[in-house]
């Protein structure tokens, strides 16, 4: 765009065609560039004012936080540590990288292999096994949830995260599939090399496929992980009778209601939920849109 | 490596091969072992036993007790609270999954004509949809508190009618609406990523026919993207179908009371039932009241319509596809 525009600016019109007409055609282009960034510029304050008006208010006295103001007349970045004395913040963040991180290890453990079979081995059924593992990322969970939850109340677990954790072991749909897209953009012909030079398929797995997956397979163990730091129906359903087992979803939810009425700390408590996930997003962007790119791939 | 393909290939005994194909075969099975058992416990047995308690009575302590079709007649004529949960429910899949949709697309084909800083601004269009979503209906309801929100100040401000958002019973959902629209990041990357795979030779080929904005929308851009467009509304739909967490959590803090998602009845879904979802009722008649038969029954209703959705949506995706290649 920018090399068709140049020539113009510097006055080398071409063979004197038409220059009001070029012009006006460069006018307009400026004009629609203006326009459509003055319109992003506007969308993106109106993204960003909710973190702004809630960071501005987590800051606020307690005092001020029941006023209508929008600026904190003073600072108060000690109300982020008195989140901590008015909830067991501690326990719920314990709790929480407790569930994500088995969470996520175990179905690490199963799905990988799962995807790589679905994605780059040949075998009668796999059609077949693809759409079962659609159908179950698409199942809501509530349609089996009654089942399901007589189980592992018959082996004692509920009012423990572990009813969220274990299935993990057994595959999860949504991260087989996630796998599976990222194995298939990896060319055949290297794992198709290394069985040839006698690699067992575990193997051609663990050491040629995998090292190449691992954008991939870090984009899904990452949404695995976020999943779980922001699950809410799993804990309520689970936990809610036994609040040594809540996250922090289910710490936040009742924050407000069982320590507080005061905006303020709530908000400093919103903000500590949500920055951990925040940090990392910043820190591992690519390879996240990526994976966010390859969910929707998908006809 | 080349030529241990050829020397490795050539004149291979058939017992051998035999042998590797089983050996394959084994491979294979290894490999899908946890999942298939996963299958089996997480997807069949309890998609079967849904169906076989939904015609039970059941609570946990006793046996199930069968009581044939009871339960979907009380559904259907005794429970004043499922209709309106199946209403708000529907509500939701009519209103918040287009509304989610469109916008998802007007921000991506924003992105997509902004010539500087496109990074910057997919990013910013991103954040919202990471927040945890219990922290951004704190947020939201923060927002727009009546009293005290940054939403009414500015309106107010401006001169404009000051709803009471998330505590009135006709602008709840709305409100719940609004907060879906701020989370369009997701939606908005896979169609960004799918209006930018358009390949650029029909763009050229459109604007030698001199067409205009909209045609060029209907006939280069739409059937290029309506594969993404028909996974956005299939997802979309089954997630309203499951709408849980939002509304839950909106009407526990608006209303001020302290919930574990239906302890007290009289504040389901507050206010005024308005944010009482399918989802959510399934869950107090389950696993609150541990009406697990009732439960079960309701989960069968859900199991049928999000399956008679997709399904539906497939179709009218394979006849739209066809059709815009037809036209082209």
Known sequence: MSATVAPVRTGAVPRGIDTRGNRRAKRRRRLGFVADHAVGIAVAIVFLAPFVFIVLQSFMTSQQALTSELWPQTWHPENYLEVFTKAPMWLYLRNTLFYATLATAFMLLSSVPAAYALSRLQWKGRNVAFVVVLMMMMLPPQVTQVPIYVMWTKLHLTGTLWPMILPNLLGDAFSIFLLRQFFLTIPQEYADAARVDGCSEWRVMTRVILPMAKPGIAATAMFMFFYCWNDFYGPILYTSENPDSWTISLGLASFRNLYQVQWNLTMAATILAMAPVLIVFFLAQKVFVEGITLTGVKG | MTVAVETRSVGRPRPALRSKRRRQRLTVLAFLTPWLLGVAIFFVYPLIDTIYLSFTRYDLLSAPKW???????????????????????????????????????????????????????????????????????LAFVFLFNPATGPVNQILGALGLPEPLWFNDPSWSKPSLVLLGLWGIGDLMIIFLASLLDVPKEQYEAAALDGVNPWQRFRFVTLPNISPVLMFAAITGVIAALQYFTEAVVAASVASGQATTGGGNSALLGYPEGSTLTYAQWLYVMGFKNYYLGYASALAVVMFVVSLGVTLILLRRARSLVYGAEGTR
């Open chain 2, 67 to 137: 009581i044939g079709l009871t339960n979907y007649q009380f559904m259907l004529t005794k429970d004043p609270q499922v209709v309106q949960a199946a209403y708000n429910t529907l509500w939701l899949v009519v209103i918040l999954v287009p509304a989610r949709m469109l916008f998802g697309l007007a921000v991506a084909t924003l992105v997509t004509r902004l010539k500087s800083g496109l990074g910057v601004f997919r990013t910013v269009f991103y954040l919202p949809a990471l927040v945890p979503p219990v922290a951004g209906v």
